[in-house]
Antibody, heavy 118, light 112 residues
Framework: QLQLQESGPGLVKPSETLSLTCIVSGGSITSDFHYWVWIRQPPGKGLEWVGSVYHNGDTYYNPSLKSRVTVSADTSKSQFSLTLSSVTVADTAVYFC??????????WGQGTLVTVSS | EIVLTQSPLSLPVTPGEPASISCRSSQSLLFSNGYNYLDWYLQKPGQSPRLLIYLGSNRASGVPDRFSGSGSGTDFTLKISRVEAEDAGIYYCMQAVANPLTFGGGTKVEIK
């Protein structure tokens, strides 16, 4: 059964870089039929797509974050990552990783809270 | 950017009664392969969103059959045939037909 687990620091200082990893188990990270996504949810607010990476390495980012965000996949480790630079308190959120598929249901991780604070 | 508009924003419901939530898209969510890339999620306080419906009308594993999704193109509906107390929470629709992926603003369902 496919499972995704986010990992990374729960606390990041303002102006520093947030780095998260999503460990994928029970499924291939290299298939043509799905792609990998980061989504976030600030406390008390709605859901926001951060970015995606495809099997061929193509990436797409939320325009509001594009200058600060990088999503990449490491197929040898069956994981994909998110880095967000120059963070502010507005980047405090629960960050979710997910797999999206062309025909099968999407799968989400349980999420990890990242707080930006000095 | 595709904008998803959910209505109503808030929905008080009586247990045993039906409920319906609308999600309207600014562009068609029907892809060339014939699938509508529209999901429905339920998020309860302190929990992660739970997938209810994918591809517009496919019920996710373990989701009670009182939940159903319908629609195509730009108009979608999530229906609960008989609301139960455990159905309280915030419902979101999400489109994945085009980047940037976007979410509706959410509908808060409260049980009377």
């Amino acid at each position: 059964q496919l499972q995704l687990q986010e990992s990374g620091p729960g606390l990041v200082k303002p102006s520093e870089t947030l780095s998260l990893t999503c460990i994928v188990s029970g499924g291939s990270i290299t298939s043509d039929f799905h792609y990998w996504v980061w989504i976030r949810q600030p406390p008390g607010k709605g859901l926001e797509w951060v970015g995606s990476v495809y099997h061929n390495g193509d990436t797409y980012y939320n325009p509001s974050l594009k200058s600060r965000v990088t999503v990449s996949a490491d197929t040898s480790k069956s994981q994909f990552s998110l880095t967000l630079s120059s963070v502010t308190v507005a980047d405090t959120a629960v960050y979710f990783c997910a797999r999206r598929d062309l025909v099968f249901p999407p799968t989400w991780g349980q999420g990890t809270l990242v707080t930006v604070s000095s | 950017e595709i904008v998803l508009t959910q209505s109503p924003l808030s929905l008080p419901v009586t247990p045993g009664e039906p409920a319906s939530i609308s999600c309207r898209s600014s562009q068609s969510l029907l892809f060339s392969n014939g699938y509508n890339y529209l999901d429905w999620y339920l998020q309860k306080p302190g929990q992660s969103p739970r997938l209810l419906i994918y591809l517009g009308s496919n019920r996710a594993s373990g989701v009670p059959d009182r939940f159903s999704g319908s629609g195509s193109g730009t108009d979608f509906t999530l229906k609960i045939s008989r609301v139960e107390a455990e159905d309280a929470g915030i419902y979101y629709c999400m489109q994945a037909v085009a980047n940037p992926l976007t979410f509706g603003g959410g509908t808060k369902v409260e049980i009377k």
